[in-house]
């Protein structure tokens, strides 16, 4: 019986160690080598037989870049759609996978307007509403109007406020694209939300000259409250809720935010002595929104 016992036991103590040398191949084998490029090539060249290729070999199709890029994600941002469906065609593949920015695939479908792929994603799981940005604020960010329609026909959050408070309306204010304001407006949106700096969606318009379009949500405000419009440029005086508690809020390195191949612009939360955000393309700390109009550096 004691002989019986040893026979037993060194056999299975003597598969411990090539079962964890195994294990660790597995993992290795699960990330796409970033010396040989192949993924990545593909991701940029919407090459899906290259992907299919790599999940054979135990390819990871939630694998991120060295900079924190999802590949899913980087497919998108290539509009390489092929790929993007043969990535989706993995079960493996999470569709609300995050970037370092805490952006997701919604969100980039939204900032782009796709308004069809966005409707398939989220048939896969993707989520329309979650906390901080979201893809309502992105395409209101862009003025897409079909795709703003769509997300607030699956009961996105019309006054969703970002970690600093600024909400879709801000966004679309931002845009200059009245229609989209409108149909904010329609949905409920609140003229007269301010963001943690003070801002109101009338700011955002004025900070991209979109003076008419400012005067307008003013306006809209002062029916809504009542009373008279302010003059351009002034603030209403009305008591308003505040949103946004950025000193409570972790907020990304914007050093490693490297999503895309352009720094994205300081928030308003970095000057807190401004009295409107600053008129550039890039008004968020959390994203540039003219990134995607601009082509991709090697």
Do not use: C
């Not at 939630?62 to 509009?79: C, F, T, Y």
């Not at 906390?131 to 003025?143: D, E, I, N, R």
């Not at 408070?165 to 003229?191: E, I, N, Q």
Request: proline content about 7%; charged content about 20%.
């Amino acid at each position: 019986m004691i002989f019986n016992k040893k026979v037993i036991r060194k056999p299975v103590l003597s598969m411990m160690l090539p079962l964890a040398l195994l294990m660790s191949t597995s993992v290795q084998a699960q990330e796409p080598e970033l010396e040989s490029r192949n993924w990545y090539l593909a991701l940029e060249n919407d090459r899906p037989n290259i992907i299919e290729q790599e999940f054979i070999k135990g390819a990871n199709p939630n694998a991120v870049d060295s900079k924190g890029n999802p590949s899913l994600m980087l497919a998108i941002r290539n509009k390489s759609w092929k790929v993007v469906d043969t990535l989706l065609a993995n079960r493996q593949t999470n569709v609300n996978i995050e970037n370092e920015a805490r952006e997701t695939p919604m969100m980039y479908l939204a900032l782009m307007g796709e308004t069809d792929r966005l409707r398939d994603l989220q048939a896969r799981g993707g989520q329309v509403n979650r906390v901080g940005w979201s893809p309502l604020h992105y395409a209101a960010s862009k003025g897409h109007e079909d795709t703003v329609r769509y997300l607030l026909s699956q009961k996105a959050i019309v006054n969703a406020p970002a970690p600093d408070g600024t909400s879709p309306l801000m966004m679309a204010a931002l845009s200059g694209k009245r229609a989209v304001v409108d149909l904010l407006l329609a949905a409920g949106a609140d003229p007269g939300m301010q963001n943690a700096q003070g801002l109101s969606a009338a700011d955002w318009a004025r900070s991209a000259n979109h003076d008419q379009l400012a005067a307008y949500l003013e306006q809209t405000l002062a029916r809504k409250a009542g009373s008279t419009p302010p003059p351009a440029g002034s603030s209403s005086g009305e008591s308003v809720q505040t949103y946004g508690v950025p000193e409570r809020v972790e907020q990304p390195d914007l050093n490693r935010v490297q999503t895309v191949t352009v720094e994205p612009a300081a928030s308003p939360a970095a000057d807190s002595t401004s009295s409107a955000p600053a008129a550039s393309s890039g008004t968020s700390r959390y994203f540039d929104l003219d990134r995607f109009d601009k082509p991709v550096q090697p």
